[in-house]
């Protein structure tokens, strides 16, 4: 190989390192959100061991699934009485609830589910969502 096809060869590896190093998307800062039981709206039902956040749609006037932005940890307070045993998360583009789906994967990574009546989530993804947990 000579040397000026040596060259080139760096630099178009040079190139495309630095392209990778970039990133297709756009860059996005962790958040950390907690939202204590004074927040939730009146339309959070609580049966027994069963909580949810919100509703599915339609919802009451002035209610909403809770905002999950892209990277966000989220800490929810919860009034059950003991630590939940299942933590089930539907997601939404729309604040509604409308069109929604059980999330998976890195949409909802669960951090934890203390003793202390909270439950954190991750949303590990560069989307943002609405959410509606269920916990029992």
């Known amino acids: 190989m000579s040397p000026a096809s040596s060259r080139r060869t760096v630099l178009a590896l040079a190139a495309a390192l630095a392209l990778a190093a970039s990133g297709c998307g756009k860059a996005v800062a962790e958040s950390f959100v907690e939202i204590t039981a004074a927040q939730w ?17 339609p919802l009451a006037a002035g209610d909403g699934w809770i905002s999950f932005p892209a990277r966000a940890h989220l800490k ?4 059950l009485p003991s630590k939940p045993l299942s933590l089930l ?23 934890a589910v203390g003793d202390d009546g909270t439950v954190t989530i ?11 947990l269920v916990l029992q």
């Open 76 to 79: 929810v307070h919860h009034p």
């Open 41 to 57: 709206p009146a339309s959070q039902r609580l049966a027994g061991a069963q909580w949810q956040s919100s509703d599915f749609p």
């Open 89 to 111: 998360a539907y997601i939404a583009f729309d604040r509604s609830g409308v069109g929604s789906t059980l999330a998976s994967g890195n949409v909802t990574r669960i951090e």
């Open 122 to 132: 991750q949303n590990a993804t560069d989307e943002d969502f609405f959410v509606r």
